[in-house]
């Protein structure tokens, strides 16, 4: 959590399936009083890998009127720009054509913060990379007791 206030790019890194958009989920309820222009949640997994696709889902998530500017790109980066918001971008590695944008985003707008889960890091300066591993499991054969179950934090989670 303290990554997400610390940088302005935290990027929490794994295979699928392993618990990385729950983790986003959580710890940006956690850190929201810390963002006051709010937390915004973007689903990538749908859309193609283009620049472009990315932009105008993260429009369309803000809410943000392109009326008035030259294109998407830029009445985004003029809206976000003095607001202190955090963006979730949630599998991240389906779009990664859009990293210089998610950089320029970052350059220009000094009071953004991303989070993103992706199965590989953006490359981008100031990512503070969380790789997230699996949960033990208690072992699949044995006699299961509730004391030996609750030693592991993948029981204590469900």
Same mark, same amino acid.
């Given at each position: ?41 973007? /689903?990538? $997994?749908?859309?193609? !890998? %283009?620049?472009?696709? +990315?932009?105008? /889902? ?36 389906? +779009?990664? %054509? ?11 707008? %000094? ?6 889960? $992706? ?5 981008? !300066? ?16 044995? $006699? ?9 934090? %993948?029981?204590?989670?469900?």
């Amino acid at each position: 959590m303290d990554a997400v206030v610390a940088h302005r790019l935290a990027t929490l890194r794994g295979m699928g399936g392993i618990g990385k958009t729950r983790l986003a989920d959580e710890v940006a309820a956690r850190v929201s009083q810390a963002f006051e222009d709010g937390v915004f949640f973007i /689903e990538l $997994s749908h859309i193609q !890998d %283009s620049e472009a696709a +990315v932009i105008s /889902e993260l429009v369309a998530a803000l809410k943000v009127n392109p009326a008035g500017f030259p294109d998407e790109a830029a009445a985004l980066q003029e809206t976000l720009r003095n607001h202190r918001a955090l963006l979730v971008l949630d599998n991240f590695e389906v +779009v990664m %054509s859009a990293t210089p944008f998610v950089g320029r985003l970052l350059r220009r707008c %000094s009071g953004l913060h991303m989070l993103v889960t $992706s199965q590989a890091p953006l490359g981008l !300066d100031g990512e503070q990379q969380i790789e997230v591993i699996p949960l033990e499991t208690p072992p699949a054969e044995g $006699s299961l007791t509730t004391e030996l179950l609750a030693r592991f934090d %993948s029981f204590q989670l469900f």
